[in-house]
């Protein structure tokens, strides 16, 4: 066997830690560089486990264990159960609840862009129109306030009894103005209803007179004092004369 | 039509006392197995992390993990290897993103700025030799880093490590011997 079969072995046999066979132990008694080879194979192997054993083996830290245990109160399932079932911690999720609820149930305030396309498909009526809905006399038809939020309505009131600049379908007039004076309006139709109710009834109070024939006395005249006109031109005729 | 459930409160109770019962009786098992697998953790996690503080937060990491597993666990007698793969994977984690983020640092920073080696030739070779053996630690393949370093864990004989891996001997031994090798090759 030559010198460079042997090293290998060694090699392989200082990485396992295993001891020589009795062959190769008397090679290296005979070899210098085999067997110096050798002992420097196995002295990096002792540093290298020297140093693995030295890293891997580190003190423990003494607060490992009490952190651990402080963790377990904490994610015990028997506390979480507590915390579930503990009201108090369902006080703000109810009322995140019950704002939310709050928000959708009220009209849609939000701004949206002012585009004329989509006031005229998203316009949303709000309760305010319907607790003043303005009965018209002369057609069976209703009179709604609609909220038309936008730039573009946001400064001005826009009321159309007769016709609708928006939208044009539908017969029914509206009133479009901005959220914040959705109140002023609201008022205003309210005495308008009353001021209808009255004159209505007045109205058929009338209707119902005229009904009745007209009866209107003939005029009488006592006496007409007729004059020619001739005469009233010679009795010009003769006072200018006079006169002169 | 709806079904209307009575809700026994006594019922309640006996079930709230045995689910707690059962739920102490848990906890104390695995505070037993804690004291022994605890720091076996940390170690393992040390070993891939060279950093104590590191390995203290990965091993209080991997405990809570398989605490919170540890009824799911059929076979207790596996709790050891188990949490020795939690912390070891745990770690590898951790390091993967601490190189990252080494790396990005090394990036931006100026070497004219570098520390200054020791001074002492023997502390700057003792350095050299560790730090090459770290290098050449992190680029073995993950079985036969966890091989490795469970053989240098407190002492563990090739029996205890192959029972702790549920694998064979000889498989214990044939990954040791290729670490041990490649290691060897690199640091020669």
Known sequence: MTCDHYKQTLLELAARSAEADPQLRSHLQACSSCHSAFENERSLFISIDSCLRSSANAEIPSSLIPTVRAHFQRESPSAQGARITNPLLWLPAIAAAAIILFIFATPDRRVKPPTAERLATKQIESRVATATTVPSPSQDTTARITTAVGERFADKAIISPGKNPVRASGSDPEILVPPDQEILLARYADQFKRHHQSSATLQTEVASDQTAPLEVPLIQIAELDVKPLADTQLDGQQNDLREK | ?188
């Open chain 2, 1 to 188: 039509m709806q079904e209307l459930v009575l809700i026994q409160p006594g019922r309640t109770a006996e079930t709230d006392l045995q689910r707690g019962a059962t739920e102490a009786a848990l906890r104390r098992e695995f505070e037993e197995r804690l004291a022994e697998c605890g720091p076996l953790a940390f170690r393992v996690a040390r070993g891939v992390l060279r950093n104590t503080a590191d390995a203290e937060d990965v091993a209080q990491d991997a405990i809570l993990r398989a605490y919170r597993r540890f009824n799911k666990l059929r076979d207790r007698g596996r709790f050891k290897a188990w949490l020795v793969r939690i912390a070891f994977r745990l770690a590898l984690d951790r390091a993967k993103s601490s190189h990252r983020r080494q790396h990005r640092e090394t990036l931006w920073s100026r070497p004219d700025r570098q520390p200054a080696p020791p001074s002492g030739e023997d502390l700057a070779a003792a350095n050299q030799f560790r730090a090459s053996l770290d290098r050449a630690v992190d680029e073995l393949p993950e079985k036969q880093r966890l091989v490795l370093l469970l053989s240098a864990i407190e002492g563990h004989t090739l029996e205890e490590v192959a029972a702790l891996l549920e694998i064979p001997m000889g498989t214990v031994k044939s990954r040791l011997f290729f670490a041990r090798k490649q290691l060897a090759e690199k640091l020669r």
